[in-house]
């Protein structure tokens, strides 16, 4: 009897034998198998156990009707396989009356069906959409049709939007959902790579990658990326630009090193000038920015008081990391990339290794650091500790300063407090 109250009733019936099977000897003319039947049901399933012509060798076979076999349905990206469902060689479920199993979404008690949510693929002058019911779409990545997929995404209440954060494609879509009030994301393109991975999709299209992020959003709890204001976005393109200003500074000096031809020389010379004049506008640019906004203001004045901070990593930190202060000091720190990472297997410990976070953030304070170690009588001594008394190496201790050097700054933007270096020293 089964649990809805419909009987199953089970008969043994007698099957005629092939004649290898005979001629082996291995049986009596019939072998017996296994029927079974349900009310209500008009053709049994059977499964039972055929000799094969000539072999003497035993194969299990389904002679069930094929009209009422279940049917195989693929999950999480396999293909169904004509072997049995609890082969190892395939994942299958059989699905009894429904093509597709169903799908759970990140948000508990919701499921894919009831939550909206879009994948972008971004490309340089395409957008790939794939939406959360299967359907994809392809658009300009142009400001006109960007705005009018953002306007489409908000009328169908999308709860969230993941894309990849790719190089500078992306602000203008990035920019349109926030200006539309919609949920988006601008992900790690290395994170859903893994994850693609992990489904099984080596193939990498566009439409592909669209499907992945879309999956990603529904399986993955993502942290939307929080709205920039225009000060914001304008401060981020200058500190970018210094950046890249500083960059060919330091090309153009090492070609000049290797110059031997005067014409080559009086060019180098001139383009070095025009880099220096260049950047000292960049600086002031910067700095009329920073300190037009108050609360910048503020977050300047308490990193003025810590020796081996400049306005060059305070501008970087105002810029590119808005999260200190906001955040605890293992986040920060794992934000930035200098949080150490297990690597431990069994009765095996690795060497923690520190990767990942913000490259230009973590730039600027190795810079700050090595000022820090040698000027900041605080960070000074945490130095030698590591280094003379626990015996650490060099390389080491400095990114522990490092990392000590940015939990201060998160703890004094956290409270509004000065620099203070005998509570830093107490390990507050």
Same mark, same amino acid.
């Given at each position: 009897?089964?649990?809805?109250?419909?009987?199953?009733?089970?008969?043994?019936?007698?099957?005629?034998?092939?004649?290898?099977?005979?001629?082996?000897?291995?049986?009596?003319? $019939?072998?017996?198998?296994?029927?079974?039947?349900?009310?209500?049901?008009?053709?049994?399933?059977?499964?039972?156990?055929?000799?094969?012509?000539?072999?003497?060798?035993?194969?299990?076979?389904?002679?069930?009707?094929? +009209?009422?076999?279940?049917?195989?349905?693929?999950?999480?990206?396999?293909?169904?396989?004509?072997?049995?469902?609890?082969?190892?060689?395939?994942?299958?479920?059989?699905?009894?009356?429904?093509?597709?199993?169903?799908?759970?979404?990140?948000i508990k008690g919701e499921?894919?069906? $009831?939550?909206?949510?879009?994948?972008?693929?971004?490309?340089?002058?395409?957008?790939?959409?794939?939406?959360?019911?299967?359907?994809?779409?392809?658009?300009?990545?142009?400001?006109?049709?960007?705005?009018?997929?953002?306007?489409?995404?908000?009328?169908?209440?999308? /709860?969230?939007?993941?894309?990849?954060?790719?190089?500078?494609?992306?602000?203008?879509?990035?920019?349109?959902?926030?200006?539309?009030?919609?949920?988006?994301?601008?992900?790690?393109?290395?994170?859903?790579?893994?994850?693609?991975?992990?489904?099984?999709?080596?193939?990498?299209?566009?439409?592909?990658?669209?499907?992945?992020?879309?999956?990603?959003?529904?399986?993955?709890?993502?942290?939307? $990326?929080?709205?920039?204001?225009? +000060?914001?976005?304008?401060?981020?393109?200058?500190?970018?630009?210094?950046?890249?200003?500083?960059?060919?500074?330091?090309?153009?000096?090492?070609?000049?090193?290797?110059?031997?031809?005067?014409?080559?020389?009086?060019?180098?010379?001139?383009?070095?000038? !025009?880099?220096?004049?260049?950047?000292?506008?960049?600086?002031?640019?910067? /700095?009329?920015?920073?300190?037009?906004?108050?609360?910048?203001?503020?977050?300047?004045?308490?990193?003025?008081?810590?020796?081996?901070?400049?306005? $060059?990593?305070?501008?970087?930190?105002?810029?590119?990391?808005?999260?200190?202060?906001?955040?605890?000091?293992?986040?920060?720190?794992?934000?930035?990339?200098?949080?150490?990472?297990n690597r431990d297997s069994?009765?095996?410990?690795?060497?923690?290794?520190?990767?990942?976070?913000?490259?230009?953030?973590?730039?600027?304070?190795?810079?700050?650091?090595?000022?820090?170690i040698v000027h900041n009588?605080?960070?000074?001594?945490?130095?030698?500790?590591?280094?003379?008394?626990?015996?650490?190496?060099?390389?080491?201790?400095?990114?522990?300063?490092?990392?000590?050097?940015?939990? !201060?700054?998160?703890?004094?933007?956290? /409270?509004?407090?000065?620099?203070?270096?005998?509570?830093?020293?107490?390990?507050?």
């Amino acid at each position: 009897m089964r649990a809805d109250g419909r009987e199953v009733r089970a008969a043994v019936i007698p099957l005629p034998l092939g004649e290898g099977a005979r001629r082996a000897g291995e049986g009596q003319g $019939t072998l017996r198998g296994t029927m079974r039947f349900s009310a209500g049901s008009a053709v049994p399933c059977m499964t039972a156990m055929r000799y094969e012509e000539g072999a003497g060798r035993r194969n299990r076979q389904s002679v069930c009707p094929k +009209a009422t076999r279940p049917r195989m349905s693929k999950v999480a990206g396999s293909e169904a396989s004509a072997q049995s469902p609890n082969s190892c060689l395939d994942t299958v479920r059989i699905t009894q009356g429904r093509e597709k199993p169903r799908r759970r979404s990140s948000i508990k008690g919701e499921s894919m069906e $009831t939550v909206k949510r879009v994948g972008v693929d971004v490309a340089k002058k395409t957008l790939v959409v794939c939406w959360s019911d299967g359907t994809t779409e392809e658009i300009a990545n142009e400001k006109e049709a960007v705005e009018a997929f953002s306007l489409k995404a908000a009328a169908a209440c999308v /709860d969230l939007v993941v894309m990849e954060a790719t190089g500078g494609y992306h602000n203008e879509l990035l920019w349109a959902l926030h200006a539309a009030k919609v949920r988006v994301a601008a992900v790690n393109p290395r994170q859903v790579r893994d994850f693609a991975k992990a489904l099984g999709k080596l193939a990498k299209t566009d439409r592909v990658d669209a499907e992945v992020l879309c999956e990603f959003a529904m399986r993955v709890e993502v942290r939307p $990326t929080p709205p920039a204001t225009e +000060a914001q976005i304008e401060l981020e393109a200058l500190v970018r630009r210094r950046t890249q200003l500083v960059e060919m500074r330091t090309a153009e000096l090492n070609r000049l090193q290797q110059a031997r031809l005067k014409a080559v020389k009086k060019n180098l010379d001139a383009h070095l000038a !025009w880099l220096k004049k260049q950047l000292k506008k960049v600086d002031k640019d910067i /700095d009329t920015h920073l300190r037009g906004n108050a609360d910048w203001d503020k977050e300047l004045k308490l990193f003025d008081g810590v020796k081996g901070i400049g306005p $060059t990593v305070s501008s970087t930190f105002v810029a590119e990391l808005p999260e200190l202060g906001k955040l605890n000091r293992k986040q920060i720190s794992a934000l930035v990339g200098v949080a150490p990472m297990n690597r431990d297997s069994g009765e095996y410990r690795g060497e923690r290794t520190c990767y990942g976070g913000r490259t230009n953030v973590r730039r600027v304070l190795y810079m700050a650091t090595l000022s820090a170690i040698v000027h900041n009588p605080a960070l000074k001594e945490v130095y030698r500790h590591l280094v003379k008394d626990l015996k650490k190496k060099p390389k080491v201790a400095l990114i522990a300063c490092m990392r000590r050097l940015l939990t !201060w700054l998160n703890a004094m933007v956290r /409270d509004g407090a000065e620099w203070n270096p005998q509570l830093a020293l107490s390990g507050a």
